[in-house]
């Protein structure tokens, strides 16, 4: 996976497609993010560079709800590639 903002961009469509809403704010969260589950809303940490929000994404994604109909094919094949690493993980 390369570290850029067009992969940030994928990764962030993945949870916009199924309706949370994502957010950058200042924080002390210990792993970078933080999920308000009855609102749909994730938190990451803003000032994490580029390559720390994807990875951030990357460990945050399979633990939300995310229905893969609702994704274009690009974006779903994504989500099922980190969904496959989280499973060997």
Do not use: W
């Not at 993010?33 to 390559?51: D, G, M, S, W």
């Amino acid at each position: 996976m390369r570290y850029n903002q067009t992969t940030l961009d994928k990764l962030e469509a993945i949870p916009k497609e199924c309706g949370y809403v994502l957010r950058y704010e200042r924080g002390t969260f210990q792993s970078g993010y933080c999920i308000l589950e009855q609102k749909k809303v994730v938190v990451l940490n803003k000032f994490l560079q580029t390559e720390g929000r994807i990875n951030t994404l990357v460990e945050l994604i399979p633990q939300l709800e995310i229905n893969p109909l609702l994704l274009p094919d690009d974006i779903r094949k994504l989500h099922e590639e980190i969904l496959s690493e989280a499973a060997i993980k």
